[in-house]
């Protein structure tokens, strides 16, 4: 499906309203006007996937309970920098860096990117959390960080794996249900300036 398929894709939700299919074409409209390739699956499709980003895997899901999920992978082989991807995770929430790029932390040896990471994002103000999961049946653990920003809650939150990925989700708002949260251009507009950054 084209990019302009995908403005069409199930837009006949009510006037005003934030059904998946309306808030799915703005979010394709958007990221599209800053020249990204959006490409959906199918018609009426709520997941979009964002091509001829080099070196980089993305994939936006807007579910039907009013929030999205964006994932950015590196493609395999491709080094994942911790101080690019605290540069990342800072303006995806909000809290720009206080510091240039450069000095941001690098890959220290004998500590993951969670860790170099996370401990860089938590010495710049925002909260992380270390997530465990267990496989009691193959016997094998994984783990992410959760990380949000305390002063803008409303910006969601991102989670980084040490597999090069990094999954940002957060809701809508929606003044109807007095729910607080992001506005969908705003969603496209922080994916677009990650992207192009």
């Given at each position: ?88 995770v800072l303006n995806i929430l909000g809290a720009s860096p206080t510091r240039p790029q450069a000095t941001l932390p690098q890959r220290h040896p004998n500590r ?38 305390p002063a803008q809650p409303s910006r969601g939150a991102v989670r980084i794996a040490d597999d090069n990925s990094i999954r940002w989700e957060c809701s809508f ?25």
């Amino acid at each position: 499906m084209s990019t302009q398929q995908a403005r069409e894709a199930d837009a006949t939700g009510r006037d005003g309203d934030s059904t998946p299919g309306t808030v799915i074409s703005t979010v394709a409209d958007r990221l599209a006007d800053h020249g990204l390739d959006v490409r959906s699956t199918e018609r009426g499709s709520h997941y979009l996937k964002i091509t001829h980003v080099p070196g980089v895997l993305c994939d936006v899901v807007i579910c039907e309970g009013g929030s999205a999920e964006w994932e950015y992978r590196l493609s395999r082989g491709r080094y994942a920098d911790p101080a690019v991807i605290t540069s990342l995770v800072l303006n995806i929430l909000g809290a720009s860096p206080t510091r240039p790029q450069a000095t941001l932390p690098q890959r220290h040896p004998n500590r993951t990117l969670m860790s170099v990471a996370g401990r860089a994002l938590t010495d710049r103000g925002m909260q992380v959390c270390l997530q465990v999961y267990t496989d009691d049946f193959f016997f094998e653990v994984q783990s992410e960080i959760e990380v949000t920003n305390p002063a803008q809650p409303s910006r969601g939150a991102v989670r980084i794996a040490d597999d090069n990925s990094i999954r940002w989700e957060c809701s809508f708002t929606d003044p109807a249900a007095d729910a607080d949260g992001i506005d969908p251009e705003d969603f496209a507009e922080t994916i677009a300036k990650v992207l192009a950054g």
